[in-house]
Nanobody, 124 residues
Framework: QVQLVESGGGLVQAGGSLRLSCAAS????????MGWFRQAPGKEREFVAA????????YYADSVKGRFTISRDNAKNTVYLQMDSLKPEDTAVYYC?????????????????WGQGTQVTVSS
């Protein structure tokens, strides 16, 4: 069992930055992927970024590539999402999640554990 707690969301102007954190407790295995997803009102949950717990392979959605950076601190069992050059269309609830097979996927249903989410609002 893995528990995830996100933090760091808030209100920011377009062009600004935020850093989200996801603190994980429980057993994290080296082959797990840690992912960030987001869901805007009336839209489906979508993949944002992912990182392999061991090795650090990273994956990004095209919409955030070059603006967002995912990283991890294994000692703190924490994953981060640095978001720069934010746009109003980045407004959403952001969730972190754990995928246990080690196979990179952008499909939410393949992730097994989820945090409660943190709101990010970008004003124009």
């Amino acid at each position: 069992q893995v528990q995830l707690v996100e933090s760091g969301g808030g209100l920011v102007q377009a062009g600004g930055s935020l850093r989200l954190s996801c603190a994980a407790s429980g057993r994290i295995f080296s082959n797990y992927n840690m992912g960030w997803f987001r869901q805007a009102p009336g839209k489906e949950r979508e993949f944002v970024a992912a990182i392999r717990w061991s090795g650090g392979n990273t994956y990004y959605a095209d919409s955030v590539k070059g603006r967002f950076t995912i990283s991890r601190d294994n000692a703190k069992n924490t994953v981060y999402l640095q978001m720069d050059s934010l746009k109003p269309e980045d407004t959403a609830v952001y969730y972190c999640a754990v995928e246990r097979t080690g196979l990179h996927t952008t499909t939410p249903r393949t992730y097994d554990y989820w945090g409660q989410g943190t709101q990010v609002t970008v004003s124009s």
